[in-house]
DNA sequence: TAGTAAATATCGCAG
DNA sequence: CTGCGATGTTTACTA
């Protein structure tokens, strides 16, 4: 990774144009060969970037340094060195990567295994049902035999119960699935989600992650 | 601005639980506090972070330093330096910040200039024509002088969709523009955006931003 | 590879 | 302060 500290200004020509006005910012060449250019402030996304793969190009002209970087796509960032107050590289090797633990993903995993957790008795028909605009988190089937799609999120939002309502829309026209209802799960739903899915006839139900979690890994197996 | 190269363990507890196995990484600290860890590979975004506001401590055990990042949410951010290879800090002053052009705000206006680009004969009635919930970007009539609602986007998803359809149910409402048909427009639609949208009785027109700027450039004026 | 949804999204604006 | 919409979103996953 190379750091370059230095006084410059930058052009960006691609997806829109945009320019940035002389100042000292820091360059940052990764190892494939994307550049960011970061001011000293603002939260972590820089100013302006190009992503890999892309070719960078430097060149002198009045002893003022350019750099130009390009992709395949035709976008183009010009950087201009007015003066550069450090330079230096360093050796890194590759990233072993971040371990997450308890996004959603995580809480759909749970609950496919164990969707009585949601406090009904619900077997599980399949995850990622598909439907005509999108597959749906959980199909399940209650005690009565009645389909039921589950959209889980980590937050629950109105976009997601405008989510599950799309899905329950196509999934109702479907005449071996109807009368299909919803069931909007997340760790914590707001008041207006709660509100827009108890117009449209959709259940909400908050799960303690932690719980889920504790309950999965004590649960008995059979193997 | 701090930069700190080391061979590091991080370790974030907050909205996710995550962590970094050991590996040399760039530690970047920006004036108002925000700390980020950077791969020598990837995009521009950064491995972990903490944004402002938050408290940086600093704590040396066994000749191990401990950065200790945290905010007022409750969400920290552990980093243990196992060997620092580089620590240097450079003053940047403000950022003069960017200079953006051409984006969507661009396409709305130059398709009200211009609304038959769309490929048929549209009058524009007004831009951004307030309903109960909210300015539909175009109003027009047709060759019949039936009322069309113009939903812009630079890329048309499934929300944008959503939105169009909300607003249609509103204009339909007022006998004096009944019926209403619903246009929806951008510089790429998805395929599921274009379903949903096909379901509704909702038109699609994808545009080119470099015609339609050259069209508007290039058509003669009376003034 | 293309398409879609999630994200510790970030960021700006309006109400 | 909250919510909504745009972003050169980026990233991960799946068909």
Redesign the interface.
Known sequence: ?R?V?ARCTVDYDG????????????L?V???G?V?I????????????M??PNTLVEASDDGLDTWRVSNPKGETLTITLLEV??D?A??????????????EAHLQELLAGDPSFLGEELSLVRREYPT???PVDLLCRDADGHTVAIEVKRRGEI?GV?QLT?YLDFLNRDELLAPVRGLFVAQEIRPHARVLAGDRGIGCVEIDYDELRGIESTTPRLF
Chains 1, 2 share one sequence.
């Open positions: 990774m750091l500290i997806r829109l144009t945009a320019h940035l006005p002389e100042a000292v910012r820091l940052m990764k190892a494939d994307c960011a970061h001011a000293d402030g603002g939260a972590y996304k820089p100013l302006n970037w992503n890999a107050l450090s230096t360093h050796e890194m090797g590759v990233d072993p990567g971040l371990q997450k633990d308890g996004v005509g605009i999108g976009d405008e799309r």
